[in-house]
């Protein structure tokens, strides 16, 4: 075996049930490089990189690690091959400081087995200031931004001697600007000899970061390519990814705003501790307008949706649809007044798992007329209901009225939901988060029909964490930080760096 | 073969007919290792459910309550409840049907209907209570239902202590008067002629020995109905939305609050029409003060897990169940053993049937082996015809 190759992996398949996950995917990174491992949702990045790291074991392949092989059935043997994972979703003590993280399975001793914290944190300094990620070793995970704990998670693998860093969609949880602080310590990484994989579907950053990328498509290898060649941009990626032509920016025409519909004044909410969240937001959306709400999750987006989808009540302010109060009313009141919400989380608030496609299309409107008189359901009316809509939003597969929802892929899932809130014609529709966890295909059509509802003259708000979407889709764009508004946008005028100053808390000049 | 295999094991019914075998079988070795032959105890058993046609009626007949409670817990379980109250709720039937039987005068046909109302009204109340704690105080149904259990039967000793509710010389209270009686034919069957036509008529006359009552037919309305108004109106559909993903249903604008206290309100009036249908219907026309629970609420429980909580099958499940009780008791006449093995028999089967989710497990566990196999062959090949190729 080629031992430039600091991983290998030989033709690796892996089973899921009846599913195949991983299809003989072949993976080659060179030593000193960042490599990039680029597939849409459930190609099976995540998958790959588990066997990796010995979470899951291969059905099928090899694993060379430096030119040998390498038999890793569970993440301690990883750890000992010098292998480091970081996760999308952090595993961290929260009330643990960052050194006693760190530290954590590996602690260092004085005599009579005493923690001896200060080498710790001394080593965490070293390590830090190398790499260019310094923290305060004592301070708990709990009051540290969701970045500084990205960087407990990379040191904490540098201390137990990672030479090779598996980072999974390392980038979802950051604003632009520490995403390029993540790029400078990745790049300092590899200069010190380490090697870094990325998992990733963000084109972007690849492009601007790594030297290698690999593709996979439905559990298939697709090809290696190296991203200084020319020819390989954006556009060659996603086409590799999703297999045929994709349009990544959606073209609509110009917005064409008329009066405002919706208003948001002094909102307070808290969450469920008791802490503000909300404070003293206000905002406002006009007929035909698609107003974005960019900022980084956590910031009160959450309890803003919670209270103007009446889940929770507002400790102060007024929300008004076209000038009639609606806050703290039941949640069926606010979809009276022609409010209709597209869910953050499809599977506890968007759907019934089990339910069949015509209960769920019917589910916030069974007592309409159309759909039952008084008391009995019209079960003709409301399968003739599921048919339409499956046909107008093409829901797969197409005869699905009465399966269950829950054997829908994600984005048929998405897709009778948003057919579900699109059909009731609402003067707001507002969509939280309505792409997280799509294939590109479907993010598409989220887009468009986004676009086409604000072109009927209806009012649309937008949540997403995700600043291209927010970019690309609204009209005008609203920064959110610390519960409040802190900046008005017109997005054909600013730039990605300027609202991620802004989402980071910043100012702009 | 094996695609046969994962096929059958996929059906939800062939499933439950596996876990009955399941079941004997587990029951056949219980009763081995106990002393008994099980061919001769399972004969037995078998010849109690069904040598007579008597044997079937008073299967029906112990069915009603069974299938009553069975039906309440199906109902609040559909709706998001966990209802150990049954139990509690069938007794506030139970003393609802014997005070209003005997204290309250009223011609016939009117007096059973008003006392079944009265039954559904208390039932209900005494269920929604568990209902209303839960939105209120966030009570968990399942803490307050069992505690509402011992009230109830603790409700029924001291009503019975009142001085002059106890027959005397009894533990028990007066008969209900005939006039509540829900029982068919029980006047006629005294007189001569009811008495020539039941022993000229082998098979009818043999039904109408035992206590043939109008609970009998009223389950089977019953049953429907609670499957009718779960699956085809709105109410229906609010109660399964909220059962199904409450934070969904909220999300839809369905109250949560409101459909808990109303699915507990039907739950304990569907459980205490099981008493109420009891004391009218059948010979125990009376209370009697309680040491533990009678256990009509607890066998409903499993009537209702039997039947996946739907409430067209808790009619099956409460037959089954029913008969099993009832022929069991044959193994303990005809061979003398004693009902704990039957109950461990009896237990060991409803078991086996609780474990039908796993069957689709096993099947799917069974097309991923065979899947995998059929690749890793195709593999092979591949690899065959490129080392024949080289």
Known sequence: MDENYAVSMKSISKFFGTFKALNGVNLNVRKKTIHALLGENGAGKSTLMNILYGLYEADEGEIYLDGKLAYIKNPNVAIKYGIGMVHQHFMLVENFTIAQNIMLGKESVKAFDVIDTAVVKEKIKELGEKYGMIVDGDAKICDVSVSTQQKVEILKSLYRGAQTLILDEPTAVLTPNEIDELIDTMHKLTQDGKTVIIITHKLKEIIKSADYCTIIRRGNYIDTVDVKDKGVDEYSLAKMMVGRDVSLHISKTPAQPKERVFEI????????????????????????????????????????????????????????IKGKQVQNTPPHNIRANSIATIPEDRHKYG????????????????????????????????????????????????????SLARSLSGGNQQKVVIAREIENDPVLLVAVQPTRGLD?????????????????????????????????????????????????????????????????????? | ????????????????????????????????????????????????????????????????????????????????????????????????????????????????????????????????????????????EVVSTIMLNWIA??????????????????????????????????????????????????????????????????TLIFVFATWFFLMRTTKGFELRSVGANPSAAEFAGISIKKNTVFAMFIAGALAALGGAFQVLGTSNSRIVVLSITEGFGWDGLSVALLANNNPLATLLSGWLFSGLKFGGGSIQSSMGAPSEIINIMIGAIVFCVALVAMFPMIATKLSAMKMKKEWQAKQDDKLASKGAAK
């Open chain 1, 440 to 509: 590109v295909g479907a993010i598409e059509f989220v887009h468009k029909s986004l676009i086409a509802q604000r072109d009927k003259g209806k009012a649309v708000l937008l949540v997403s964490f995700e600043l291209d979407e927010i970019l690309d889709v609204s009209d005008r764009i609203n920064v959110i930080y610390d519960g409040k508004i802190v900046g008005d946008l017109d997005p054909s005028k600013t730039n990605e760096n300027e609202v991620g100053l802004l989402m980071a808390g910043g100012s702009v000049k």
């Open chain 2, 1 to 140: 073969m094996i695609d046969k295999i994962i096929e059958i094991l996929k059906k939800p019914i062939s499933a439950i007919i596996i876990a009955l075998i399941v079941g004997f079988l587990v029951g056949f070795f219980v009763l081995l290792i106990a002393g008994y032959n099980p061919f001769e105890a399972y004969g037995a058993m078998i010849g109690g459910m069904f040598d007579r046609p008597k044997y079937i009626s008073q299967i029906i007949i112990n069915a009603v309550p069974i299938i009553m409670t069975g039906l309440s817990v199906a109902f609040a379980y559909r709706s998001g409840l966990f209802n150990i109250g049954a139990e509690g709720q069938y007794i506030i039937g139970t003393i609802t049907a014997a005070m209003l039987g005997y204290y309250l005068h009223l011609p016939i046909i009117i007096h059973p209907i008003v006392i079944l109302i009265a039954a559904c009204f208390f039932g209900g109340v005494f269920g929604a209570i568990a209902g209303w704690l839960k939105v209120k105080y966030g009570t968990n």
């Open chain 1, 351 to 402: 759907l019934v798992l089990d339910f069949d496609i015509c209960e769920n299309l019917i589910l916030e409107k069974y007592a309409a007329p159309k759909f039952a008189d008084r008391l009995l359901l019209k079960l003709k009316n409301i399968f003739d209901n599921a048919k339409t809509l499956i046909h107008k939003f093409d829901i797969r597969p197409a005869d699905c009225e009465h």
């Open chain 1, 265 to 320: 004044c002094d909102l307070w909410v808290k969450d469920s501790r008791g802490i503000d969240r909300v404070k003293n937001l206000s905002l406002n959306v006009r007929a035909g307008e698609i107003l974005g709400i960019a900022g980084i999750d956590g910031n009160g987006q959450s309890e803003l949706i919670e209270a103007l989808t009446g889940l929770t009540k507002a400790d102060g302010g007024k929300i008004l």
């Open chain 2, 153 to 218: 039967l603790y409700l029924n000793n001291t009503i019975l202590s009142i001085p002059g509710v106890q027959k005397g010389g009894t533990q028990a209270s007066y008969d209900i008067l005939p006039s509540a009686s829900m029982r068919l034919f029980s006047q006629w069957k005294t007189t001569p002629e009811g008495l020539s036509f039941i022993n000229s008529h082998p098979i009818l006359g043999d039904f109408l020995r035992t206590d043939i009552h109008i609970g009998i037919i009223l």
